[in-house]
Each structure stands twice: as structure tokens, then as C-alpha cells.
């Protein structure tokens, strides 16, 4: 026996949530890593980068990228060795939408286009893979 009112025939949601986003999945250009935060390791440049240029960081303020600037600098610390900082970082960057499970939380979804290239992203020479495996290596070796 099931509780309260049957449901009607043609019930449609009403609960959209009044701050609910949309954003497209295009990348942005972002902005560059600031010379003076004196980043180190290629993982935390490829940290910034990541995130300078998503569709989330279209939308920031300049107190979402002082809170980037803080997080890359953990990211360095965390790929120079100090692996106790990766819950930190996990904590700080559900905070920007990075899994699917925390931008369904935040209510931000990522519009679909069908022009978009994937993984045509250029290398840079700051970050080739055989320097992050190299620097993966050496964190893993410790």
C-alpha cells in the first residue's frame, strides 16, 4: 500500500533551481600562470591550465582566480612529494564543478556542441608527457 495522493497522470518538475547553470563546453582562453607564484613542477603547470581554460572560468571572479592561485601552489607542493595535500585540493576543486558528481551538486551542467574538438588541445613544451611521467615516476618511487 502506497502513502499519500496518487500522482497525476501528466506530472511535470517545477523545481528548477532559481541558480542552476548552463555553461558551454568549449574551452575559454583563460589566463596565463603567473610568473611570480614560482611553479616548479610541470603537473601544477598543467593543473592551471586545465583550469584557466574550462567553461567554468568563464564565469569567475577575480576571488575564484586569487582561489586558483593558491590551489596551484598545493598542486606544486603535492607533485614535489607532499602527497597529504591531495585532500585539500580534492576539497577545493569539487568546489569549481571538476567531477560530473559535483557539478550535478552545484546544479551546473555543460551544454553540448557538436563542432567540438576533443583532445586537439596543442602541446606546449612546459608540459610533454614524458616529463609528467618522469615526475609521476619519482613521486611513486619515494
Do not use: C
Amino acid at each position: 500500500m502506497t502513502r499519500g495522493p496518487k500522482p497525476k497522470e501528466n506530472a511535470q518538475r517545477r523545481n528548477k533551481h532559481e541558480y542552476a547553470q548552463t555553461l558551454s563546453s568549449s574551452t575559454t582562453e583563460g589566463r596565463a600562470l603567473p610568473p611570480g607564484l614560482g611553479i616548479k613542477t610541470a603537473g601544477a603547470r598543467r593543473f592551471w591550465r586545465t583550469w584557466a581554460t574550462s567553461p567554468q572560468a568563464g564565469n569567475w571572479a577575480e576571488t575564484d582566480w586569487a582561489e586558483l592561485e593558491i590551489t596551484v601552489k598545493l598542486t606544486d607542493a603535492f607533485y614535489g612529494g607532499d602527497v597529504k595535500l591531495a585532500g585539500e585540493i580534492r576539497q577545493r576543486v569539487a568546489k569549481w564543478g571538476a567531477t560530473t558528481e559535483d557539478r550535478a551538486r552545484l546544479r551546473m551542467s555543460l551544454e553540448d556542441t557538436e563542432d567540438q574538438d576533443q583532445g586537439d588541445v596543442p602541446d606546449s613544451p612546459e608540459a610533454t608527457t614524458t616529463d609528467l611521467d618522469e615526475e609521476l615516476f619519482r613521486l611513486l618511487s619515494d
